[in-house]
């Protein structure tokens, strides 16, 4: 165990070099390393080009985030790449990371190092993070932004695994107005598409609380709020 445990931090000495050099050598480049308080060990990894800092300076209005590609790497680490949108309407990564496992730590990391990276950068220009269900409100006040930020859903986690894995065969009586409150162009559109939802679903009490507690996230959830922001 000994040996084995030397041997990894030698290894780990050289991964560390390798990301100096490069840090000497590509204009721009940066990274940061974040260690477990107990047994000093990496337990995440992030980092930036001059590509990735631009992007960030331009368009960090707007981010998407999300872990992902566990089993692209031996040890299975999972990926964290963020994204903006840029001027072309095209996604931009603004940061690569790998963390030893998904948490609201994990994301504060690898947020948190971005703008440490990018000092001229101002996290109160973000106004939105769109993200899955995992990520709660305490990122945005991990990060101190919880006053000019909302996270918004991933509209695609929500129509494909969540809601359909909930509803099971209910889901699609209420696929159709549960869509239309994401999408909602208007407070009336809004509205409407809740108690349709609500009414598809009479006798099933859980699916109906299930459905208000959404309705009850309109900055989350509304497409029409989506617009005013």
Aim: hydrophobic content about 35%; charged content about 25%; proline content about 4%.
């Amino acid at each position: 165990t000994h040996i084995n445990g030397l041997l990894n931090t030698q290894i780990w000495e050289v991964k560390v070099l390798f990301l100096d050099q490069l840090k000497c050598k590509i204009r721009g480049f940066d990274y940061r390393i974040s260690f477990d308080n107990e047994s000093g060990r990496p337990n995440g990894i992030v980092w930036m080009t001059s590509v990735m800092k631009t992007r960030l300076l331009r368009y960090g209005h707007l981010i998407a985030l999300d872990y992902q590609k566990r089993k692209f790497n031996n040890l299975s680490w999972p990926y964290c790449g963020p994204v903006i949108i840029d001027g072309d309407n095209e996604i931009g990564v603004i940061a690569e990371s790998l963390n030893l496992a998904e948490s609201i730590d994990g994301y504060t990391f690898v947020l948190s190092s971005c703008f440490d990276m990018v000092p001229q950068f101002d996290r109160k220009m973000i106004r939105i993070i769109f993200c899955d269900e995992f990520i709660t409100p305490k990122l945005l006040s991990n990060l101190h932004i919880e006053g000019t930020a909302v996270l918004r859903c991933d509209h695609w986690h929500m129509m494909n695994e969540v809601w359909p894995k909930y509803f099971g065969e209910q889901w699609n009586s209420v696929r159709g107005p549960m869509k239309v409150m994401l999408e909602s162009k208007t407070e009336a559109e809004w509205e409407s598409a809740y108690q349709t939802a609500k009414q598809r679903v009479q006798g099933y009490p859980n699916f109906i609380s299930y459905i208000k507690s959404f309705y009850d996230q309109p900055e989350k959830y509304s497409g029409h709020k989506l617009r005013q922001i």
